[in-house]
């Protein structure tokens, strides 16, 4: 009955690979983020979607692209994966992009790049 | 443009001792405020927000938060700490338009480590 999970919660590979991150809310939410935090943790949203639309799209490589199937899933894909992209990423989801300005973040997923 | 600022990095009290987290924003409109909870190797818990209503806002677990508008601050309380309050806690803005609602981008403030001493 978890609101908003992530898979993997735990992610190690090696520089260069492409590797994804799954997200689900079963909140009905329309609206889904995606956040880097930084070995400060240091938050940065990245990217939010709404209804399948992308609405935010921050200073991002383009080596990230985020996927939305349908309003309940935010799926992050990073290739050819850097040193640097080394944090933990959290999702999140929010009722509308307008108007229902609290979001619900999922438990993160730790991405190690060796 | 916003911005978050709080204003302690690391804050540290006993167990039973009020608790006090600084927060200031900057906000070209009315702001939407909350502060969130992050326990060691979990994911953001909202502990309050405030939305342009009563100033003094209740969260969970004990905590209170004001918003104060002539000073641009929205500090964080609880009258008693317990040990299970240890975590980094995070002041956050959300810009609201001139319609009132929000573009959906929160900002973060760079947290604050609450240690709870016995």
């Known amino acids: 009955d978890t609101a908003v999970s992530q898979t993997p919660k735990y992610l190690v590979t090696q520089m260069g690979n492409d590797k994804s991150i799954k997200c689900e809310q079963n909140l009905g939410h329309d609206t889904m983020y995606w956040y880097k935090q930084d070995s400060k943790k240091f938050l940065k949203i990245m990217f939010s979607y709404n209804n399948k639309e992308l609405i935010i799209n921050e200073t991002v490589p383009n080596r990230f692209s985020p996927k939305s199937p349908d309003k309940a899933h935010l799926n992050l894909h990073i290739n050819s994966l850097e040193l640097g992209d080394s944090a933990v990423y959290f999702c999140?989801?929010?009722?509308?992009?307008?108007?229902?300005?609290?979001?619900?973040f999922g438990p993160g997923t730790r991405l190690t790049v060796l | 443009a916003q911005s978050v600022t709080q204003l302690d990095s690391h804050v540290s009290v006993s167990e039973g001792t009020p608790v006090l987290l600084r927060c200031n924003y900057s906000s070209s409109y009315s702001p939407s405020l909350f502060w969130y909870v992050q326990h060691p190797n979990k994911g953001l818990q909202l502990l309050l927000k405030y939305t342009s209503a009563a100033t003094l806002v209740k969260g969970i677990n004990g905590f209170e938060a004001e918003f104060k508008k002539s000073e641009t601050s929205f500090h964080l309380t609880k009258p008693s700490a317990h040990m299970s309050d240890a975590a980094e806690y995070f002041c956050?803005?959300?810009?609201?338009?001139?319609?009132?609602?929000?573009?959906?981008?929160?900002?973060f403030g760079q947290g604050t480590i609450l240690t709870v001493h016995p």
């Open positions: 999140a989801s929010s009722p509308r992009s307008s108007g229902g300005p609290e979001q619900f």
């Open positions: 956050v803005v959300s810009l609201l338009n001139a319609g009132g609602t929000s573009y959906g981008k929160l900002t």
